[in-house]
């Protein structure tokens, strides 16, 4: 492994502008990354508990074609269910035993659906297709090739992108997203579907929010401006909260594109655009932390169905993040920190090809060399954690602003 440590010429907040974007977990893509990790995972654990170790799978590619519907102030209804297809590679056959893969991915996204989308039904609303095949021969042997190694071996060339600490904006727009998961937990009328842009100009932001209001409860228009209104000020004061003074929030747009005198107001049956059109892909959406944030460093990799003990597309972007959090957290002179590692196929997880850290000092003080020994072992204690057999068990549901 090379490891490279630099200095970062100044931080995000520095700029004039930034801008920062979090798609809440009922957005079409954000429901298809979490459909395909909850497919991920339930797959982990089925090779684990029945095999003994997890088995060769990425199941990282998922498809929401939306439906169509009708939705009327206290009614409404679904007239064409949404489809949803799961693919990817998967280990179908072990020593003659099936791996009932097409169930498991049914019954994992049903049960996804149920946990997190309290209008949307996944019997009735949705149409289910699994067209997860077996892996290619050369990936399965390079998996396999790791009982002989005693380590993971990478089964892709790709890199992983994290930063710390997080910006003002990005602290507004993650509170923001976690009262509006709060919200939508308490209040049928909010759904789950939600997209928050925060802009930033100087030292004041702005945050359009786009929210799904579900007609049901609505018994007429006063009853969605109320709501609406609800949710501004809401939202408005989890973010001036999250920004601790630093960041003047000096307007929350809800529903921007609502015209009231012609009616046109966002309004669905089950809480999710996805009912009436509006599609969704793995890795359209949040990157690792739960944030989109085109001004900082960012990797592309879909995290979501990835394999959870050798696929690096999906380690690295995890490993990344913690580097640079614990180097803010325990390295007293480094303000900021990113990371990026790149590893190649074929190469043990714990031993990247590349990791570059940057690095912003304290009053820009040169990176001596017990910083530099400091960011060693961090490295090295992170990458670790991806060598150690306890590695095997199957991670947990991916980073971002949560309610609960």
């Given at each position: 492994?090379?490891?490279?440590?630099?200095?970062?010429?100044?931080?995000?907040?520095?700029?004039e502008?930034?801008?920062?974007?979090h798609?809440?977990?009922?957005?079409?893509?954000t429901?298809?990354?979490?459909l395909?990790?909850?497919?991920?995972g339930?797959?982990?654990r089925h090779?684990?508990?029945?095999?003994?170790s997890?088995?060769?799978?990425?199941?990282d590619?998922a498809?929401?074609?939306?439906?169509?519907?009708?939705?009327?102030l206290?009614?409404?209804?679904?007239l064409e269910?949404?489809?949803?297809?799961?693919?990817?590679r998967?280990?179908?056959e072990?020593?003659?035993?099936?791996?009932?893969?097409?169930?498991i991915?049914?019954d994992?996204?049903r049960?996804?659906?149920?946990?997190?989308?309290?209008?949307?039904?996944p019997?009735?609303?949705?149409?289910?297709?699994?067209?997860?095949?077996s892996?290619?021969?050369d990936?399965?042997?390079l998996?396999l090739a790791?009982?002989g190694?005693?380590a993971?071996?990478a089964?892709?060339?790709?890199v992983?992108?994290?930063y710390?600490?997080?910006?003002?904006?990005?602290?507004?727009?993650?509170?923001?997203?976690?009262?509006?998961?709060?919200l939508?937990?308490?209040d049928?009328?909010?759904?789950?579907d939600?997209?928050?842009?925060?802009?930033?100009r100087?030292?004041?932001?702005?945050?359009?929010?786009?929210?799904?209001?579900v007609?049901?409860?609505?018994?007429d228009?006063?009853a969605?401006?109320?709501?609406r209104?609800?949710?501004?000020?809401?939202?408005?004061?989890?973010?001036?909260?999250?920004?601790?003074?630093?960041?003047?929030?000096?307007?929350?747009?809800?529903?921007?594109?609502?015209?009231?005198?012609?009616?046109?107001?966002y309004?669905?049956?089950?809480?999710?655009?996805?009912?009436?059109?509006?599609?969704?892909?793995?890795?359209?959406g949040n990157?690792?932390?739960?944030?989109?944030?085109?001004y900082?460093?960012m990797?592309?990799e879909?995290?979501?169905?990835?394999n959870?003990?050798?696929?690096?597309?999906?380690?690295?972007?995890?490993?990344?993040?913690?580097?640079?959090?614990?180097?803010?957290q325990?390295?007293?002179?480094v303000?900021?920190?990113?990371?990026f590692i790149?590893?190649?196929?074929?190469?043990p997880?714990?031993?990247?090809?590349l990791?570059?850290?940057?690095?912003?000092?304290?009053?820009?003080?040169?990176i001596?060399?017990?910083?530099?020994a400091?960011?060693?072992?961090?490295v090295?204690?992170?990458?670790?954690?991806?060598?150690?057999?306890?590695?095997?068990?199957?991670?947990?549901?991916m980073?971002?602003?949560?309610?609960?």
């Amino acid at each position: 492994m090379t490891l490279v440590v630099r200095p970062l010429a100044s931080s995000v907040e520095q700029g004039e502008v930034e801008i920062v974007e979090h798609k809440g977990i009922g957005h079409p893509d954000t429901m298809c990354d979490g459909l395909a990790e909850a497919f991920g995972g339930a797959l982990a654990r089925h090779y684990a508990e029945r095999f003994g170790s997890v088995l060769h799978f990425n199941v990282d590619k998922a498809l929401l074609v939306g439906g169509a519907s009708r939705p009327e102030l206290g009614a409404g209804q679904v007239l064409e269910p949404m489809r949803v297809l799961l693919a990817g590679r998967a280990t179908r056959e072990v020593r003659g035993a099936r791996v009932p893969v097409d169930d498991i991915a049914h019954d994992s996204a049903r049960a996804w659906i149920r946990e997190h989308m309290h209008a949307l039904d996944p019997e009735r609303h949705v149409r289910w297709e699994c067209s997860v095949r077996s892996g290619s021969s050369d990936l399965v042997d390079l998996f396999l090739a790791r009982r002989g190694r005693g380590a993971w071996l990478a089964n892709d060339t790709s890199v992983g992108a994290g930063y710390a600490p997080l910006s003002a904006l990005e602290r507004a727009v993650q509170a923001a997203a976690v009262e509006l998961r709060r919200l939508a937990g308490i209040d049928p009328a909010i759904g789950e579907d939600v997209k928050v842009m925060g802009v930033r100009r100087g030292r004041a932001a702005r945050l359009t929010v786009a929210c799904a209001l579900v007609c049901g409860p609505l018994a007429d228009l006063g009853a969605y401006v109320d709501r609406r209104a609800a949710v501004g000020r809401a939202v408005a004061v989890a973010a001036s909260e999250a920004t601790a003074g630093q960041l003047g929030i000096e307007a929350v747009d809800v529903n921007a594109a609502d015209d009231l005198a012609s009616g046109r107001i966002y309004l669905t049956v089950t809480g999710t655009s996805a009912e009436s059109g509006d599609d969704g892909e793995v890795g359209r959406g949040n990157r690792a932390n739960g944030l989109i944030t085109p001004y900082r460093p960012m990797s592309l990799e879909a995290i979501a169905g990835k394999n959870p003990v050798s696929h690096v597309g999906r380690l690295y972007n995890f490993a990344a993040q913690r580097i640079a959090s614990s180097l803010v957290q325990t390295a007293v002179q480094v303000q900021e920190a990113h990371c990026f590692i790149q590893g190649c196929i074929g190469r043990p997880v714990g031993d990247p090809a590349l990791v570059d850290v940057g690095l912003r000092t304290d009053g820009g003080a040169p990176i001596e060399r017990r910083l530099r020994a400091r960011v060693q072992e961090v490295v090295d204690a992170e990458l670790s954690h991806l060598s150690n057999p306890l590695s095997e068990r199957p991670t947990g549901a991916m980073a971002g602003p949560r309610a609960r």
